[in-house]
């Protein structure tokens, strides 16, 4: 079952240090969307990706924080120096393309930080 | 621009209940509604979906009827079982572009 994969699951950092939170898409999806979710709420989006390119980080903090979907390898969610209220589950879905009659995003089960 | 919004959990109900969440929209035209399902400790999936208006979506013994009318998209089921107990999102697209309007999730818990 090729689905969306995130890693890792879980991780635990103190504060200052540098998150990296990987997502491999399914297979033929060209486009990666990041989300966060804080305990006992929903989703909040962050950024929007194609390969090589970054579509729209409206939703993404100005410092801190950086995305990136490459030609080849998973996308990536980079977060420096990280804080106290970083702690959350972030999610990556993937999808085939921008037809929203089809709607479906594919999601990821989430990686977990935690941060000290 | 498009916006949603959903029933506040927690709901619980007991075993063969019969469940409604509520889902109210605003949206220029007659975009597609959707619901998501979030078990606890996994991602997000698809429930079921409506693409125009008057379409029913249905999954699982889930519905959800797409009403212009009052601008709905309440969730059904007949009989909830335990296994039912999950978050549950509404949500459509934010008025022609790529990203879906989330609604604020209902979480659901089915005692036995």
């Known amino acids: 079952n090729a689905g969306v994969m995130q890693n890792p699951r879980h991780l635990v950092r103190r504060r200052g240090q540098e998150a990296r939170l990987r997502c491999s898409p399914v297979?033929?999806?060209?486009?990666v969307y990041w989300y966060r979710q804080l305990p006992e709420e929903g989703l909040k989006f962050m950024v929007y990706l194609q390969k090589e390119n970054i579509i729209d980080e409206s939703g993404m903090p100005k410092e801190r924080f950086s995305a990136e979907f490459p030609k080849e390898g998973p996308s990536i969610l980079r977060i420096q120096q990280v804080v106290r209220g970083d702690s959350a589950a972030y999610f990556c879905?993937?999808?085939?393309?921008?037809?929203?009659?089809?709607?479906?995003?594919?999601f990821g089960e989430g990686s977990r930080l935690t941060v000290l | 621009g498009n916006s949603v919004t959903q029933m506040e959990g927690p709901v619980t109900l007991s075993e063969e209940a019969f469940l409604t969440i509520n889902c109210t929209y605003t949206?220029?035209?007659?975009?597609?509604l959707f619901w998501y399902v979030q078990y606890p400790g996994e991602g997000l999936q698809l429930l079921l979906k409506a693409t125009k208006a008057d379409d029913k979506g249905s999954n699982k013994g889930f519905e959800a009827t797409y009403r212009k009318e009052t601008t709905s998209f309440h969730l059904e089921k007949g009989s909830v079982q335990v296994s039912d107990s999950a978050v549950y999102f509404c949500a459509l697209p934010a008025g022609g572009n790529y990203q879906l309007i989330w609604g604020a999730g209902t979480k659901l818990i089915i005692k036995p």
């Open positions: 949206a220029t035209g007659y975009p597609s």
């Open positions: 297979k033929g999806h060209s486009h």
């Open positions: 879905a993937s999808s085939p393309s921008l037809g929203w009659n089809t709607g479906e995003l594919f």
